[in-house]
């Protein structure tokens, strides 16, 4: 019988920035950074990186891409075929930016295809909420733009709004801020009555979205009650930032994620003159000017000459 010739396929998925102020653990808004899987069926799995920073990662089936991967299949009854992974990101890592998330959905797509699983968007999303524990980041990955969503004991619901005429400039340190440290800073109850004002000011954050309503928006991310003031005490830029953005164009600012980055919201055509000011005041900092990015994930099936043309075609 004849050996069958081994697939090949390229994922694609987007970073992300959630929260967004006063939409804790609810909204996520997809950016144009991405993490990039090339994947060919192989004897045993094996991980290989082409960005400096993903080498620090397992390079065998213990790489979490493939965890997820292996674990979706059995969670179906599949038994997914061993590939050899070509990673790179320019997701910069443990900075709020979603690469945790990102790394969740590509797992997941691979597994879907490799396996021939055909699973929706939605199926998808209740898969990576329960990797990631909440659906903001990876939502806006699989979606694209900005989406809103809700995590209960039914399920997760979750709206997609992809067309979004903003940019958004983010400041991101050089140290890394682990999502465990920032969640250890937030409380574990609040009063009734601040949980209902939280929540009114996340509803009137969503509606101002909807309605295009910039100011507003900035006012609403600004009266977080959630957690940006307390997360903000870990982060002593983190004032200084927004002021600069203030004054130069950004209607918000908000921590993207659980920081240490620091997103500075602009409409469109914008962003250019605010990344600049943004260089110049924090020139020890990385700062960028990111849009929106509408696809959400994607895969492709690729041709051995395609797989050949590795590194360079990354």
């Known amino acids: 019988m004849k050996k069958r010739e081994a697939r090949s396929w390229k994922i694609i998925v987007p970073a992300s920035t959630a929260n967004l102020g006063a939409g804790f653990d609810s909204l996520g808004l997809a950016l144009d950074l991405f993490l ?80 021939g699983l055909n ?8 898969l990576a909420a329960k990797y990631e524990g909440h659906p903001d980041n990876v939502g806006a990955s699989l979606y694209g733009g900005l989406v809103v969503s809700c995590q209960t004991e039914k399920g997760v619901k979750l709206l997609p709004l992809v067309q979004m005429p903003i940019e958004v400039v983010t400041v991101i340190p050089k140290s890394e801020l682990k999502t465990s440290d920032s969640r250890n800073v937030l409380p574990e109850k609040v009063t009734f009555q601040e949980s209902v004002t939280a929540g009114a000011v996340s509803n009137v954050l969503v509606a101002a979205f909807l309605m295009q309503d910039w100011e507003l928006a900035g006012k609403m991310m600004k009266q977080d009650r959630y957690h940006q003031p307390y997360r903000k005490k870990l982060l002593p830029h983190y004032d200084a930032v927004e002021e600069v953005a203030s004054r130069f164009g950004a209607f918000g600012v908000a921590l993207s994620g659980a920081g240490p980055t620091i997103a500075c919201f602009v409409e469109q055509e914008a962003g250019e003159w605010l990344l600049r000011q943004l260089q110049q005041s924090f020139p020890a900092m990385d700062v960028r000017k990111l849009t929106i990015n509408t696809t959400g994930s994607q895969v492709e099936i690729l041709e051995r000459h395609q797989m050949k043309a590795r590194p360079s075609s990354l």
């Open 119 to 126: 699973l929706t968007t939605h199926e998808k999303l209740e």
């Open 36 to 115: 990039t899987v090339e994947a060919e069926e192989s004897e045993s799995w094996q991980v290989t990186p082409l960005t400096p920073e993903l080498e620090a990662f397992p390079s065998d089936e213990t790489h979490f891409i493939v965890e997820v991967a292996k674990g979706v299949a059995e969670g179906y009854g599949k038994r997914i075929k061993p590939c050899h992974l070509y990673v790179c990101s320019d997701i910069p890592l443990t900075r709020g930016l979603g690469s945790s998330a990102a790394a969740v959905v590509a797992g997941i797509e691979l597994a879907d295809v490799s396996c």
